[in-house]
């Protein structure tokens, strides 16, 4: 199924992170309408995944929220709608309102589940209620995803297992998403600030491709799906990143990592065998 990305900028956001710049991000600056997304799904001749990211989607009003998603029913029959929010704005009232819509996966910015790295990072809440939004979405039976970052100020590859650890334990037999994303440093956030003032040093390459592929080795070990490993790669991304673990690839080094470690588990003294694909 095609996706179709509307981008609403750290929309409702009830904090400023500190490594975040959505606009600069995305390159967006504002937000489509309501009546602009039912405009553009208009041109769709197959049903489509509509994804909202790039805010805090159930922070907004509900009767707005109810505008985004309502577009949905003129979009051609079988599509989805998907979006990203902040732990903050979840309850089970919202989430029971919420399944009236064909809605495919909430992915939940979680960051850290460390809260010396929450705090740091300005995130605005305790790891606890970060664990039981999401815990609220799985009870309802609408997909979840945990969108988790490495590299955060205070954050260690070992506090990142951590989270590991607790989100599988929360997931349980159930299927649970994961992204993981490098913080990076962009132009004009706190986090350049702190940089500048010697509070906080980006990661390097190669220790961040060890970090996500050693998460990534042990996600899949514990079931996870793992969706997307470093952001998407565009113009102004490439502009508004002054340091930090920068690649169009990024994805693909971690993976390198994660089968690496995968052979070594499988066969410590080899030899190793890969299929042709
Ligand atoms: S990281 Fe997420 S919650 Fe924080 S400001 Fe950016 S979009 Fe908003």
Known sequence: MKRRAVFLPMKNCPHRCV????????GEHSYPSPDHVRSLLGTED?????????GSFTCQPQYIQEQYLEV??????????RFSTHPLCMNRDLLNWLKKYPISMIELGISSLDNHVLDHCNRGYRAQEAL????????????????????????SIQSSIEDLQKLAFLKGPKDMTLRIYPCLVLKNTRLEIKMREGK????SFSKAVLWAGTLLFHA??????????????????NDAVIAGPHHPSFGEFAKSVSLVLTLLKNSPYGPWGLGKK
Do not use: N, W
């Not at 490594?19 to 995305?26: E, K, N, P, S, V």
């Open 19 to 26: 490594y975040c710049d959505q606009g600069a991000i995305t």
């Open 46 to 54: 197959s049903a489509v995944e509509l994804c909202y990211f790039g």
């Open 72 to 81: 949905i029913k003129d979009a051609p029959c079988g599509s989805i709608v």
């Open 132 to 155: 039981l939004a999401l815990s609220m979405i799985q009870d309802t039976g609408i997909s979840a995803c945990a969108q988790m970052m490495i590299g955060l100020p205070d954050q």
């Open 200 to 203: 906080y040093t980006p990661l």
């Open 220 to 237: 899949l070990k514990l079931g996870f799906h793992v969706q997307r490993i470093g952001l998407q790669e565009t113009g102004s991304l």
